[in-house]
């Protein structure tokens, strides 16, 4: 099991929470500490025990987000500008492997499918199995993952029958999730690109999927827009981040200490939606919900 999937654990557990005392992050250098302590020491429970005050943040900022179109681009703009205020750097999309500091080799070795126990593989591939029977997935249904990354839904929807294709933009990623499946054909259909440019592929898809994906894209709106015109089935977004409530209905809106080490210091843009919001969005784009299984983490959107 992974660090981070042991510390959601716990954090479900409520008698967990409630003996963890939070520290407050107010400054840069509070930030940093808080980032190299975990990394000398990884511990599930100290990234638990911090958050950022996001006021005294918007204050070194300069203001906080008041546009009162979430739709907009200016609204957008905000949110990326006080996502690099906070990364402490300018986004790079293209090395999102490389920002956890491992070279491709490395990557492999160290994905959870490869050197993890097998008690641990087993319950992820069982998930992904779950998953694909949950979506009714049929034998060579031709699908598309936007971010495919360690691989982990690669190995086990080509195990499955599908007819499945990837994009991330990172080349490390590539290679990983080119590692994890077995044809070549397959291999072939793992490809180095953007979300916003997976039109190039020149392939019609019957399923779309985001897999703890969406949330790093810096153009939502445009990006469902873009995949209405181009795409002809269903989109399913899966392990999202989808609040209740939150002080803006979408950007930079969780600043639990997970979320703040990933921004800091691997420059992953996490972003994060209200459910209102997400709601919002797909009938703003030409999408309807046609199912959400909030325990399952999944929403399913076809065409309206
Ligand atoms: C959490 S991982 C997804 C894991 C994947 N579902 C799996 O089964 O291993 C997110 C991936 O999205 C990729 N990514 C982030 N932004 C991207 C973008 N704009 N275009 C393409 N890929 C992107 C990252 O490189 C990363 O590999």
Redo the contacts with the bound molecule.
Sequence with gaps: MSLITKLRKKLSDSNFLRRVPISILTNFKDLDEFVSQFKNNPDLEFLARYKLDENAFFDMFGSKNNNPDPFSAEYRDYEFKFFEFLAGNKYN?SD??EKLGRDSSTLYATNPLVHMSESYRVERLNKVIDFASFIGMRQGEKIL??????????STLEAWGADYWG????EI?IDC?RRMVFSDKTKKQIVH????DFENLGQKFDTVIF???FH???DPVGLLQKIHTNHRGRVILWNEPILESADRPWGIIRYDGETMLQIRSRG??ELAWTRDFLYELFRKTGWMVKREDRSRNFVEIIKQ
């Design positions: 999309v999102e492997g993952e936007m971010g495919c990354g360690y691989g982990f839904l690669a994009i991330d933009a990172s990623f999730s690109s953007q979300f916003a897999e703890s994906a790093h894209c810096s992953w843009l």
